[in-house]
Nanobody, 128 residues
Framework: QVQLVESGGGLVQAGDSLRLSCTSS????????MGWFRQPPGQAPGKHRD????????????YYSDSVKGRFTISRDDAKNTVYLQMNSLKPEDSAVYYC?????????????????WGQGTQVTVSS
């Protein structure tokens, strides 16, 4: 079973940076595509979450939402069973609960409904 645990969230000011980490405490995720999605305040909790970034198995492809392209970078360290999201130039509209996700088919994806495993989420709040 894949069990994902996020860390690194917090309260920062606009323009600051944060790095989120997601580690699988269960089986290895080396054969999974990994990604980050977010749920802004006011969005009804449920299966749909906003796409942020995904990275394929082998880390040869990444995929970003237009809203974070050029500011966020997704990466993975399979030796540590960990995926990262480096977030630079943060904006108040980036405030959300950020969720790590895994997809067993190995390719990048953008629909949260196609995620197979989720972490519990980590809060990111960006003040203006």
């Amino acid at each position: 079973q894949v069990q994902l645990v996020e860390s690194g969230g917090g309260l920062v000011q606009a323009g600051d940076s944060l790095r989120l980490s997601c580690t699988s405490s269960g089986r290895t995720v080396i054969n999974y595509a990994m990604g980050w999605f977010r749920q802004p305040p006011g969005q009804a909790p449920g299966k749909h979450r906003d796409f942020v970034a995904t990275i394929n198995r082998g880390a040869t492809r990444t995929y970003y939402s237009d809203s974070v392209k050029g500011r966020f970078t997704i990466s993975r360290d399979d030796a540590k069973n960990t995926v990262y999201l480096q977030m630079n130039s943060l904006k108040p509209e980036d405030s959300a609960v950020y969720y790590c996700a895994a997809n067993r088919y190995g390719n990048t994806w953008s629909a949260s409904e196609n995620s197979h495993f989720w972490g519990q989420g980590t809060q990111v709040t960006v003040s203006s």
